[in-house]
């Protein structure tokens, strides 16, 4: 079976007022920003140069945005350049220059079934699949339990509404141990 899949990139942006500098930010440069857009280009290319790119901007207050290439590279343009532009927009003025700390993370998760293909072949009958189904759902709520609660069992015992008894056998027949920090 072939894994389902989550991507998920979260942006985490800063925002200040441009100072100079060494750069290694976005910068979005304003309409009337006492320098224009390939002035700041250049001076990011004096500091680390083919490093950024130019993303020229329709718009009545910002004039554009100079970008990392390697931020364009994990992000397309078209998805990252609107939030950006929006985000900008709430604090700018034609006269600003502004500089955007961006940080780029990238969260996959994936989801893998583990349960064997040979498990629908053969003899298994419906009820057996239903029991083994049953059984890895049940371990994975009494090791979450555990986990949350510390691993105190008593405290577990009265959540999953089992007897204590109860809990301590299932523990030890599904092999579940505590994992050491």
Same mark, same amino acid.
């Given at each position: 079976m072939v894994p389902k899949q989550e991507r998920k990139v979260e942006l985490r942006l800063r925002f200040a007022e441009f100072k100079g500098g060494p750069v290694q930010k976005t910068l979005v440069v304003g309409k009337k920003a006492p320098i224009t857009l390939k002035d700041a280009k250049k001076m990011t290319d004096s500091i680390l140069p083919n490093h950024y790119q130019i993303i020229?901007?329709?718009?009545?207050?910002?004039?554009?945005?100079?970008?990392?290439? #390697?931020?364009?590279?994990?992000?397309?343009?078209?998805?990252?350049?609107?939030?950006?532009i929006e985000e900008a927009k709430k604090i700018m003025v034609p006269?600003?220059?502004?500089?955007?700390?961006?940080?780029?993370?990238? #969260?996959?998760?994936?989801?893998?079934?583990?349960?064997?293909?040979?498990?629908?072949?053969?003899?298994?009958?419906?009820?057996?699949?239903?029991?083994? #189904?049953?059984?890895? #759902?049940?371990?994975e709520m009494i090791i979450q339990a555990l986990e949350k609660a510390n691993w105190n069992k008593a405290k577990v015992a009265r959540q999953l509404d089992i007897d204590y008894k109860t809990l301590y056998y299932k523990i030890k027949n599904y092999g579940i141990k505590k994992q050491k920090n």
């Open positions: 020229p901007v329709k718009d009545d207050i910002i004039a554009g945005l100079i970008i990392r290439k #390697a931020a364009l590279k994990m992000i397309s343009e078209k998805a990252l350049i609107p939030i950006l006269e600003n220059i502004i500089e955007i700390d961006l940080d780029v993370s990238l #969260a996959i998760r994936r989801i893998i079934d583990l349960t064997e293909k040979a498990e629908l072949k053969g003899k298994t009958t419906l009820k057996e699949m239903s029991k083994s #189904a049953k059984e890895r #759902a049940e371990k």
